[in-house]
């Protein structure tokens, strides 16, 4: 999942959503991050706040999400950019 803003793609859908801070180590556990999400084609980031995530570091370089549906508010469909 991004840690930068997406807003020059919908990843999918109208708004793409991605994380507000960095990836967690392997020594965080499972972190909880907030997601925000840009219009596709927007110049600014950080156009919406949707439901925060948990996110955990594995051994092998990769991560487990832990997505809820994101906020319908924001624009439909919305999507997490993976």
């Known amino acids: 999942m991004s ?5 020059f793609t ?5 708004v793409g959503l ?7 180590t392997l020594g965080d556990g ?3 991050r907030e ?4 219009y596709f084609g927007s110049y600014r980031c950080n156009d919406y706040v949707s439901n925060s995530i948990q996110v ?6 990769y991560y487990v999400y ?3 549906k994101p906020d319908e508010s924001i624009g439909i469909p919305s999507s997490y950019c993976t």
């Not at 991605?18 to 967690?24: D, I, K, R």
């Not at 997601?35 to 840009?38: D, I, Q, R, T």
């Open 30 to 32: 499972v972190v909880t």
């Open 35 to 38: 997601v925000f999400g840009s």
């Open 3 to 7: 840690e930068w803003c997406v807003s």
């Open 18 to 24: 991605y994380l507000n801070g960095s990836h967690p």
């Open 56 to 61: 955990k570091a594995c051994p092998g370089n």
């Open 66 to 68: 832990k997505l809820v």
């Open 10 to 14: 919908g990843c999918g859908g109208e």
